[in-house]
């Protein structure tokens, strides 16, 4: 969990790792054994289907963070030039892509 916690600075990702620390903490918090793991039993797709995203968000931050922080940077160098590059069509597409990668609230899927 220290590990999913430590990627929140980015904004990657930050949706699923706020909602799996809520998850996980709210688990947590029932102490009683039987009330645990009936809880646990009973939402077992749910638990399934974060532990899909959990993981999905730490591939991308295990393998792929670096490509996305040099992405940003040549974005932030292209913003002097936004106007010169949408006259190219190859270049303002390219420029698309990359700006809709950005905002990808998921850009790990």
Request: hydrophobic share 40%; glycine share 4%; no cysteine.
């Amino acid at each position: 969990m220290e590990e999913l916690k430590s990627y929140g600075h980015i904004a990657a990702g930050k949706t699923v790792i706020d909602q799996a620390a809520a998850h996980i903490g709210k688990q947590l918090a029932i102490h009683d054994s039987y009330e645990f793991i009936e809880k646990l039993l009973k939402a077992k797709d749910n638990w399934l289907d974060l532990s899909d995203d959990i993981h999905d968000v730490t591939s991308f931050y295990k393998t792929q963070v670096t490509t996305w922080r040099k992405m940003l940077d040549a974005l932030g160098e292209f913003a002097n030039n936004r106007e010169a590059l949408q006259q190219d069509l190859a270049a303002a597409n390219t420029l698309k892509e990359l700006e809709s990668i950005r905002d990808n609230p998921a850009p790990y899927v």
